[in-house]
């Protein structure tokens, strides 16, 4: 059997769910950086939009999120609860009362979401919301602004998302992928040694809602439990830009071997407003590949 990773993605697997954090510019370093025979399970205490394992697409996989709604897409996408069918008649109901209502449509569906969380509202508003954000309130609800774009839901726009979520229920049939929405703890307990444990926590201090409440203490009862599973491991997080180094990084995760990459953004429109921010992936040594093969 030919290892799994690492592995070199010619086109991207583009999930239908944004998220702060997704990973979608590092998943080819993360993927090329990773040795795996894929024997195990890919294991994702955190899953978030899934652009990882969407694009690593495994034999078997546990992935979980404390985010309920999250999960519940992605398991109903999988076990044929909606298709893409569904997807388009909503999106294009939906983007015509919001091409006519405005706002008042965005909010209205959002309250609807609020109480009956239906996962393709979930979808509707993840679209159209504010900047593409998640972020829940101290209730639970779904409180992203809208982007004020009422023609947001043209036909391009539906057909791109429509294919997004078809061309992740193909890749999903025939897999043994299992959904949870759980705490970290509980996707980590039961780790078996040819598993696979990649970790893309929230960082502290930054951006909390809901179902982000992570603080110092919770980072580093992760990194304690990381030590100690009989699998290897990989974690993603910052690791600088022009103001600051992530110190947490070497002093909580200084046993696993380091890769990183540089990536650029632009603060406004000025090219000379370009900043890098380098990304890691610690990982268990006999895992890593090689810097110079990566
Ligand atoms: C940085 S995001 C993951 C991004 C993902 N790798 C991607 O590329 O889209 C972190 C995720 O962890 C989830 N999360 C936060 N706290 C959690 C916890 N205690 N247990 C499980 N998941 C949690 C959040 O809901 C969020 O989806």
Redo the contacts with the bound molecule.
């Keep these: 059997m030919l290892p799994l990773l690492p592995k070199t993605l010619e086109r991207l697997t583009v999930?239908p769910l944004k998220?702060?954090?997704?990973?979608?510019r590092l998943v080819r370093f993360i993927l090329g950086s990773i040795r795996w025979e894929g024997r195990g399970r890919w294991v994702e205490?955190?899953?978030?939009?899934?652009?990882?394992v969407f694009n690593l697409l495994p034999r078997r996989a546990l992935l979980?999120?404390?985010?309920p709604h999250?999960v519940r897409f992605y398991a109903d996408l999988q076990k044929g609860v909606f298709a893409e069918g569904d997807v388009r008649g909503h999106l294009e109901h939906e983007g015509a009362l919001l091409a006519r209502r405005g706002a008042d449509h965005y909010y209205a569906v959002r309250e609807r979401f609020n109480a009956s969380h239906d996962p393709l509202d979930f979808l509707f508003l993840n679209r159209s919301c504010f900047n593409g954000m998640m972020r829940f309130n101290r209730s639970g609800g779904f409180n992203v602004p809208f982007c004020r774009k009422p023609e947001r839901f043209s036909k391009a726009y539906v057909s791109k998302i429509v294919n997004q979520v078809g061309a992740l229920r193909r890749a999903m049939e025939g897999r043994d992928w299992e959904f949870r929405s759980?705490?970290?703890s509980e996707?980590v307990s039961d780790l078996m040694a040819e598993d696979f444990l990649y970790m893309?926590?929230?960082y502290f201090g930054r951006h909390a809602d809901y179902?982000?409440?992570?603080d110092e203490e919770?980072a580093a009862r992760l990194a304690d439990r990381a030590r100690a599973v009989p699998c290897a491991v990989a974690l993603?997080m910052w690791k600088s830009n022009r103001f600051r180094v992530n110190e947490h990084l070497e002093a909580v995760w200084g046993f696993l071997e380091e890769r990183t990459t540089e990536h650029f953004y632009h603060l406004g429109s000025s090219l000379e407003l370009r900043h890098s921010m380098v990304e890691a992936l610690r990982l268990s040594p006999h895992v890593a590949v090689a810097s110079r093969e990566g």
């Design positions: 999930p998220i702060q954090g997704i990973k979608t205490p955190f899953l978030g939009s899934g652009v990882v979980g999120d404390r985010n999250i759980c705490d970290w996707t893309d926590p929230p179902f982000n409440q992570w919770d993603s």
